[in-house]
């Protein structure tokens, strides 16, 4: 199982940024997904999360600027970020939690590769 992270990048205070995280492989089932940040000398953290249903979660330092959502049929989570501070300056990481073919009684918890996201004018 991997998970592609895509959409980071540069953008000036007040922008907005849309990420996107692809589940792929020997998957039965996700469950739960979620994007977590971590800044420079910050440990990681969670800031946003939904479940199957689409039932959501946020941080409040994110919360009614950012945006999660995933399409189950694509097995893909997104994150729609606006009004952007250079506080948001972080490396994102998708995250989600996966049963496999292989492991049908055990779900496990996989990661995307990280995507720079740098809020600076």
């Known amino acids: 199982v991997q998970l592609q992270a895509s959409g980071g990048g540069l953008v000036q205070p007040g922008g907005s940024l849309r990420l996107s995280c692809a589940a792929s492989?020997?998957?039965?089932?996700?469950?739960?997904m979620g994007w977590y940040r971590q800044a420079p000398g910050k440990q990681r953290e969670l800031i946003a999360a939904i479940t199957p249903g689409g039932s959501t979660n946020y941080a409040n330092s994110v919360k009614g600027r950012f945006t999660i959502s995933r399409d189950n049929a694509k097995n893909t989570v997104y994150l729609q970020m606006d009004v952007l501070k250079p506080e948001d300056t972080a490396v994102y990481y998708c995250n989600a939690k996966i049963r496999t073919w292989s492991s049908l009684n055990r779900e496990s918890n996989y990661w995307g590769q990280g995507t720079l996201v740098t809020v600076s004018s």
């Open positions: 492989g020997m998957i039965f089932s996700i469950d739960d």
